[in-house]
């Protein structure tokens, strides 16, 4: 079955720590995103990608950072410098065209404490 | 830059017919979509609008203006599980590059 998954579903980190999110997709999408919700809020853009090798920052790309070695893969990195990184991390996917849904991973609870 | 609003919250009986709108402003539109999502659950597809008109899908209707920066979801005869945020969504093309922005979502309570 074709589809996104993110992994882990909750992660826990101390504060000061990097820590990588996982985002991989078997649609073969060349399109895939990061974005970001707290609570009661709508979904904030992080990062974006839309071949491999290159990615774009969004709205609040500060204090995180991503790579694209792989159409499949979109690792996203929360890094010290993220100065509120407790969130909810949902990573999707699209065709390029972007007359295209994009399908959305399970997302990836952070705790950071 | 870009702005989308939609309400912040709104309730409906069940089985009665409820509109949520939309507004946006952005340059280079490529698209308004439409995503239900449940609390703690990732966004599910609903609708896709690029030209002016209804699209009719089920339950669900989405409404696209483009001269007008307006979309409206439509959904008929609501039932429990429809209470949900609704996500409004446009997809701006820019320098080559496609980005997805998302309203902040409008958290629809469906009462007996």
């Known amino acids: 079955d074709g589809g996104i998954t993110q992994s882990p579903k909750y992660l826990f980190r101390k504060e000061g720590q990097n820590v990588t999110l996982s985002c991989e997709q078997n649609?073969?999408?060349?399109?895939m995103y990061w974005y970001r919700q707290d609570p009661g809020q709508g979904l904030r853009l992080i990062y974006y990608?839309?071949?491999?090798?290159?990615?774009q920052k969004g709205d609040i790309a500060e204090g995180y950072s991503v790579s694209r070695e792989k159409k499949e893969s979109f690792p996203l990195t929360v890094t010290s410098a993220q100065k509120n990184p407790t969130a909810f991390y949902l990573c999707?996917?699209?065709?390029?065209?972007?007359?295209?849904?994009?399908?959305f991973g399970q997302g990836t609870r952070l705790t950071v404490v | 830059g870009q702005n989308i609003d939609q309400p912040t919250e709104m309730t409906a009986t069940e089985g009665a017919i409820v509109q949520i709108n939309c507004t946006y402003q952005?340059?280079?539109?490529?698209?308004l979509f439409w995503y239900q999502q449940h609390a703690g659950e990732a966004p599910t597809f609903l609708s896709y609008?690029?030209?002016?008109g209804l699209e009719e899908k089920g339950r669900f209707s989405s409404f696209l203006s483009r001269s007008k920066g307006y979309s409206y979801l439509l959904l008929k005869e609501l039932q429990m599980k429809d209470s949900a945020s609704y996500l409004c969504?446009?997809?701006?093309?820019?320098?080559?590059?496609?980005?997805?922005?998302f309203g902040a979502g409008t958290r629809l309570a469906v009462h007996p």
């Open positions: 649609l073969n999408h060349d399109a």
């Open positions: 609008n690029v030209l002016d």
């Open positions: 999707a996917s699209s065709a390029q065209t972007g007359d295209t849904d994009a399908f």
């Open positions: 969504a446009v997809a701006r093309l820019g320098g080559g590059y496609n980005k997805l922005i």
């Open positions: 990608s839309q071949i491999v090798n290159d990615f």
């Open positions: 952005t340059s280079g539109f490529n698209g």
